[in-house]
Each structure stands twice: as C-alpha cells, then as structure tokens.
Nanobody, 131 residues
Framework: QLQLAESGGGLVQPGGSLTLSCTASSSTLDYSGIAWFRQAPGKEREGIACITSSGGSPNYADSVKGRFTASRDNAKNTVYLQMNNLRPDDTAVYYC????????????????????????WGQGAQVTVSS
C-alpha cells in the first residue's frame, strides 16, 4: 500500500512563497499521475496540479496557473509544489494523491481528474496565507 506524506506547510504572508513536498513510500514512477489538491474551510476539495510519470508538462488549474509549479524528483520519490505570490484565498489544507492507469494518465494531462480518480492520499499539509 503506497503511503504519501506531505511536508512544508506553514504560515506565510501575502506575496510570499512556500514549497510543499510529497514523499512516497515507493517509486513515484510506478504511478501514472500524482496530483495536488487543496481544500479550504467550507469548500470542496479541488485539484490544482497534476504531473504524470511520462514527464510531460504538468497541468494546472486556472486559479494557480503562473504562480504554482509542480515538479518531481524520481530519485527521491518526491513530488514538489512550488507556490509563489501566495494570496489569502490560497489558504487551505493541501493534499497529494497518486494513482495508476492510462485513463488516469490522460485525465492528468487534460486536467479532467477528480478526487475519486485517485486511490492514494497523503494526510494533508496546512497552508495559511495571512499578514
């Protein structure tokens, strides 16, 4: 059973930066896609970035495009989310999720993935953007 662990959350001022890490208990190359989701209080969990095992460009939600960058280090079994120019509405619990299969891979590329697309989840990391 794959285990995912997020780290790097915290409190940051508006306009600041933060990098989240998602470390897997086994090779990230075994999983067709790894995504970042976030859930703000009272809101549904939303997908914000997805990166595939094939190494193509990540897919981003419009809300984070141009500010967030997803990347992976296969040697470390880790996926990162670099977050720049953070805003108060970025405040949320951030989760990474992983799954397998060609359908998931395609959904990751197209940005059509959803919560139920993924089988494995981390415990989440709190990110708070406030002055």
């Amino acid at each position: 059973q794959l285990q995912l662990a997020e780290s790097g959350g915290g409190l940051v001022q508006p306009g600041g930066s933060l990098t989240l890490s998602c470390t897997a208990s086994s090779s990230t190359l075994d999983y067709s896609g790894i995504a970042w989701f976030r859930q703000a209080p009272g809101k549904e969990r939303e997908g914000i970035a997805c990166i595939t095992s094939s190494g193509g460009s990540p897919n981003y939600a419009d809300s984070v495009k141009g500010r967030f960058t997803a990347s992976r280090d296969n040697a470390k079994n880790t996926v990162y989310l670099q977050m720049n120019n953070l805003r108060p509405d970025d405040t949320a619990v951030y989760y990474c999720a992983a799954g397998r299969g060609p359908t998931l891979h395609a959904m990751c590329v197209m940005g059509s993935y959803r919560v139920h697309t993924f089988d494995h989840w981390g415990q989440g990391a709190q990110v708070t953007v406030s002055s």
